[in-house]
């Protein structure tokens, strides 16, 4: 049996917080992130995911990247959580209903600027 002693200031002291998100650490060059995830029967594995530095770097190599407020992009394109309606439109957006003749009359004066 193997004992480990730490000091009480290493045991007492919580873990410093990433910038680059909640539980990123970093080895070597790399950062990473734990996630567990559960398959049907009930069993929890843990899995590594790699952690990008930018939303450029997510997005070219497909990897992990959190965005304060946001949450976690998973895979450089889908969100892991989906926004609701209200969070959606909270950005003072807005869409208008447009009549079939309306939207002819926009099309075709879209081929008339173009051309």
Do not use: H
Request: cysteine-free; hydrophobic content about 30%.
């Amino acid at each position: 049996m193997v004992m480990e002693f730490k000091s009480p200031s290493q045991e007492d002291a919580p873990a410093p917080e990433s910038p680059y998100g909640p539980g990123v650490a970093q080895r070597g060059n790399s950062l990473y992130r734990s996630i567990e995830i559960e398959a049907d029967d009930g069993t929890v594995r843990t899995q590594e995911r790699q952690v990008a530095r930018t939303l450029g770097q997510a997005k070219a190599l497909r990897i992990d990247y959190y965005q304060p407020g946001r949450g976690w992009l998973r895979d450089g394109y889908k969100w892991e959580k989906d926004q609701t309606p209200e969070e959606i439109m909270a950005d003072g957006s807005s869409s208008l209903l447009v009549s079939v003749e309306e939207q002819e009359r926009l099309r075709e004066q879209a081929v008339q600027d173009s051309s």
